[in-house]
């Protein structure tokens, strides 16, 4: 039996950390915790000693900067020029540290919770770092005053919904990186295998359009994995969000403790886990059965080298323009194709897909706003920042960056240093790229509950307790015997205390709809 089949791998394989980068950028993993946390750091001034507050009077304020991504081993060369730009026009000094996604939360629980000082770190929603849990334990400052006082571009620059889909209790407490503000999913396939299969990827409509490529790779291709996501542990989550995305708009929580409203439902009623949801999750497990998904995927640990290598024939993901370019550069430079299979849309959150916050443990707040002011204002720095220098660490032809291997620096993710549409095109990106996607962004179908954001602190406990539930029942689509499990699950939420939470969810969201006027 397929169960019997899964748990026989359990002794062979540990359990995967990996991490999804949206919804929206190319997304290494890596792994590492603890003592061992790999990061790379750089300043100019290793002491922090720098002090001043404003450019023109001589002195820098020195900022400590800590973000997720790849760390990179000629960061401090890159740094030194980042840097003398950053004195000569605005008196600050930037000291930044890059930890590997796989041990980001670690390193951030620990400087927040020892009270540590540093000035700005990368928050998102419900991926790293999380923002609004992190706002509940004072661990970030209030900013609505040091932008008007120390950084007003940055609400000449960057769209007014996100300051608003930003704001907890009625302050803004971090600033959202602006990139593709909307979730469109679908697939993307390697264009040689849709070539060498003549598969007709331009008609896909349903996920059961893909089944005869899925078919043709799991026959014919015992190296490759008929399909895949950038992160597995989030795949049947990331499915059924896909699913659920045609007829709900999410209200709260993710994943399996993800609480909905039905589209056209006036009365706003909030559902935990409508029946739909466990007709999506047995449909995941359909295609586990099919062999369209790799058999160790409940255990498998780490697929960061099959990744790498191109080994998914298709992944699951979010379509957006310029998408095949940066899925080359993740995957094995192979060449791909994309296909939407929903429409673009807004979900509630969805500008704090990736956002940078002020510490409260700062000591030059005003300098870390207006460092934060720089890196989505100054175009040269932000990306001399994301790229390196031009000759040393990537080359510009016809327009577009390239970049020189194993220089040493090329950081690539302008989406957790500010406003992504700044950055330079990278080679294999089409023009107009940036534009089409802030088209699409204008034009997007929005949440009508757009803002509203869920407070967790009241029902803390009953969280705490579901999470275990969660992690207990992953990838639940998977089992021969789903129905019998699905009830055990169903029971044992309830017993966490789901309906307390959903209760809770409810009266925000009521409480917020008459605030808004919109009951």
Known sequence: QKEEKIMSKRSKH???????????????????????????????DASGAASGSESGTGEVTSVRWITAGTPQTGMDQVLEEVNKLLAERYGLELQLEI???????????????????????????????KYQPNVSRGAFLALDDLIDEHAPDLKEVLPEFLFEQARVDGSIYAIPNYQICYDSFGFMMRKDLVEKYNFDWENVKTVEDMYPFWDAIRDNEPGLYPVGD????AFEDDY????MI??????????ASSFYIKKGDDSYTVDWYPDVVKEYRREFGELYEKGYIRDDIITLQDDSADITAGKYASRLGIIKPGGEAEQKQLAGGYDYVQIALTEPFVNSLS??????????????????????????????????????IEGTNYTMEDGFVKEIPDSGYFFNSGWALGNQFNAYLVE???????????????????SPISGFSFNEDPVATAMAQMSSVTSEYKFIGL?????????????KMEQAGVEEYKEEVQNQLNEWLEANGKI
């Open 240 to 243: 059924v969000a896909m699913r």
């Open 230 to 233: 950038l992160s597995i542990q």
């Open 351 to 388: 500008a704090r897909a990736a956002m940078n916050a002020v510490s409260s443990s700062s000591k030059n707040p005003e300098a870390a706003i207006r460092m934060i002011d720089v890196m989505n204002t100054d175009k040269e720095i932000f990306n001399m920042l994301n790229f390196g």
């Open 246 to 255: 045609q007829d709900y708009y999410t209200v709260a929580g993710s994943g």
């Open 14 to 44: 540990t359990w995967r950390l990996s991490l999804l980068a949206g919804i929206t950028a190319a997304t290494m993993l890596l792994a590492g915790c603890g003592q061992g946390d790999s990061a790379s750091t750089g300043s100019t």
């Open 99 to 129: 930890y590997d996604y796989g041990s980001y939360d670690e390193k951030m629980n620990m400087l927040i919770s020892s009270g540590e000082e540093f000035d700005v770190c990368f928050t998102t929603q419900s991926w790293l770092n």
């Open 479 to 491: 089992y021969d015997d789903f129905d019998t499990r699905f009830e055990e699950f169903r029971t």
């Open 428 to 446: 294999g990106q089409q023009e107009g790229v940036w534009e089409e996607t802030m088209e699409i962004n204008n034009n997007a179908e929005v």
